[in-house]
């Protein structure tokens, strides 16, 4: 079992910033790939920067350029660098991570932190 717990959310006005942490505990080796997905009420969870452990970065068209993902291995904690942050950027954001376990990729959720951007 991987345990996730995140941090850094809040409230932030228009073209402000936030950095999202989530620290990996538990069974936490073998963790392939680490990312940042949100919620926003009415819509369906999407996915906002993904970290591979070598490193790789993949972004949402609708943050790339004001976002940047990292990840401290020797940690298990990733990050989100929020920027330039808009009203439709508000949501529950949420850690995940995905195990191998055997050989099965297991996805792995936090409990969500909210993100609310004022204008």
């Known amino acids: 079992q991987v345990q996730l717990v995140e941090s850094g959310g809040g409230l932030v006005q228009r073209g402000g910033s936030l950095r999202l942490s989530c620290a990996a505990s538990g069974s936490s080796s073998n963790i392939v790939l680490m990312g940042w997905y949100r919620q926003a009420p009415g819509k369906q969870r999407e996915l906002v920067a993904s970290i591979t452990s070598g490193g790789r970065t993949n972004y949402a068209d609708s943050v790339k350029g004001r976002s940047t993902i990292s990840r401290d291995n020797s940690k298990n904690t990733v990050y989100l660098q929020m920027n330039s942050l808009k009203p439709e950027d508000t949501a529950v954001y949420y850690c995940?991570?995905?195990?191998?376990?055997?050989?099965?990729?297991?996805?792995?959720w936090g409990q969500g932190t909210q993100v609310t951007v004022s204008s």
């Open positions: 995940n991570a995905v195990r191998i376990e055997g050989v099965t990729p297991v996805n792995y």
